[in-house]
């Protein structure tokens, strides 16, 4: 066993010793290398960060709430022609399931309009705001954190107030400098007074331009816009009964919108668990595109490593008679071409997680939106595919050398 590791140092070392001879050549052999495993290890760490960064912002929203519209919430890259012609969901449907739910612990609701608002105050001005009218109970049920004076309550509903609640970009952007509470803002030429300001919330890689909303009642805002029927609804589940509520929910919707048993929903109902899964779906296709991108770097490199081991083989060949007429045997000389390919790309990995890592901290320092951190599984992952690419390309070339008749070896000039 001695004998065995003493020989494969002394391989190690020759195929070393041949890399430093030849550091330019090396490096334009790994290149490729270093591209594929730089492209899989920065993807997977910015998904990696996208991922986390979105599962907290899920469960900010609560862990215990379902969301209910007119088609699943989430992220949708193309409507169906059955889901846009959908009929909203209405005020009337959140009040049946707060009456026939009883394992829904309380139920907002929210209505809006999909085009942006923009808000004025003193002459300045933020285009591209959200604004949308509310029931009290949204505040609890988005665990929104009070910042600043008080939330409008059902008092306030009923009787229309003018008044308004505002998210901390809107906070951030007119008052700076003073007290919100008891100003007047102005949304699509109609005023309001501040009563309240919500913290800031978290928030995932796409702006969910949570930040950016002045919410005002849910009757104030149908007295301004009585046309306006998209309605999304909230719903809070009693501790442990999340897929009870979920079937209640559906229930009550069913009858109520004259779904038939044999037609599917023409609702949609999702959760933060649901969210969470969307996106890592997402994710994991944007991951898949990142390997087979890379795969070709990877392919490319391992060609190049091929193809310069068999040029090694050929500029070595009277070395190589030189070993075998004085006792090395085929599997030695199988092992030192063999080692050397592996260590070549093997530093070709080693150079590519260092410079993903480098460039995932430059994307978490200068791009703070964009989260970015490197998972362990990545780097190992780019250990093993660069190293296993040398194996497998420069085996070729190996066994080739291995072959190598002593006497033909030594007459090569």
Known sequence: MRAYWQNVHENLLLALDTLRSHKFRSFLTILGVVIGVLVVIL????????????EDMAEDFGTNTLWVYKFD????????????????LT???????????PSAEAVAVEVFQWAAATGKYKGQEMVGISFEGATPEVFGLSNSELDDGRLFNEIDDLHRRNV???????KEMFFQHEDPIGKTLEVNGHTFEII????????????MGIDRTVFIPYMTYKKFYPQVKENFISVSAAPGKLNQVTDEVTGVLRRRRGVKPSEKDN????????LIAQFHDMT?????????????????GGIGVMNIMLVSVTERTREIGVRKAIGARRSDITWQFLLEAVILTALGGIFGI?????????????VPQLPSTVPIWSVAAGLVASASVGLFFGMWPALKAARLDPIVALRHE
């Open 91 to 101: 005020y009337e449907d959140a009040m049946a399931i707060r009456e026939q739910c």
């Open 267 to 274: 609702f949609g109902i999702g959760s933060s668990e649901s």
């Open 43 to 54: 993807v997977a760490s910015i998904i990696a960060g996208m991922n986390r960064q979105m």
């Open 196 to 207: 309240g300001a919500v913290g800031k919330r978290k928030q995932a890689i796409m702006d």
């Open 284 to 300: 994991n296709t944007i991951g898949l595109v990142a390997i087979a991108l890379s795969s070709i770097g990877l392919l490319v």
């Open 354 to 366: 260092a410079l993903a890592s480098l460039g995932s901290y430059l994307i978490r320092t200068y």
């Open 164 to 170: 308004a609640v505002v998210g901390a970009e809107i």
């Open 73 to 88: 919430p989430g992220f949708h890259v193309r409507l169906t022609a059955e889901e846009r012609m959908r009929k909203p």
